[in-house]
């Protein structure tokens, strides 16, 4: 009875609940599985990606450069606090990952990279890199 | 049970419940496209005057046309929803009872369809010859 009332305490006292679930991001997509990954072993060509991964979230340099991105999504958090402060829902989000895929000028992949970042910008940079070249 | 030992119990029930690390997402079991539903898609018959007609503008295209890339966003039954169609930039496509739409980039500027629920997310591929013949295609599940 005392462990109840202290859950019921702690749930009532923090103003804070968690509810997990585990989805994709909406937007993103499920991360590829090893079966379609194995394609980038080979040497694959952007017709085999694409018949593997489906189309690409951003495609740059002509083509040449394919990024996928997938991102999951661990649970809601609710929050409120008393006396009229803040309160809201806020997803708890999973790091965002990219695939990037360079091909080369006959349309054969190159070069195969997951990176793993919080923000866009860092794969946007690496685009320029590669428009650069 | 003490006060402390409770607490202590809280305190680990609440650790654990953030650091679990759940299983990868495994593409739903529940199959929404009946075969049927893209039956008019054969390799070595259909061309790409006749899926640019059932399905509209690809999402993506590339190698000038060579291949072809649909986002089909499936939303379950809508009865309310008239045959395929052309509207508000987007291609609807509904038929055995489901409606799907293809993402393009100008959907994103609809307001109406980023509100509409979904339930499937599909990539379908198509890959053409020189003549323009479907020569392979995949209808592959993207979400969730």
Known sequence: ?133 | MSAVTSALVIAAALTLSCAHTPSRLQPSAKALLPDEWLATIQDGVTTRAGVATDLGQPTVWFEGGRIFAYRLIVEGTRASYPASEERHGTFFISGANLLAWVARKESHDVPLVWELSRDAEYALVLVFDDAGTLRRHVLKRILP
């Open chain 1, 1 to 133: 009875m005392r462990t109840l009332a202290a859950l019921a305490a702690a749930a009532l006292g923090s103003g804070c609940l968690y509810v997990p679930y585990h989805a994709a991001v909406p937007g993103s997509r499920l991360a590829p599985d090893e079966q379609s990954l194995d394609v980038l072993r080979g040497a694959a060509t952007r017709e085999e990606v694409l018949l593997r991964l489906g189309e690409p979230d951003w495609a740059a340099s002509r083509d040449r450069v394919f990024v996928y991105t997938w991102q999951s999504e661990w649970g809601t958090v609710l929050y409120a606090s008393p006396y009229g402060g803040p309160a809201g829902v806020e997803p708890v989000r999973g790091r965002k990952h990219f695939l990037v895929l360079e091909f080369d000028e006959a349309g054969l992949l190159q070069r195969a990279e997951t990176k793993t970042a919080f923000r866009t910008p860092a794969v946007q940079e690496l685009l320029r890199d590669i428009d650069a070249r």
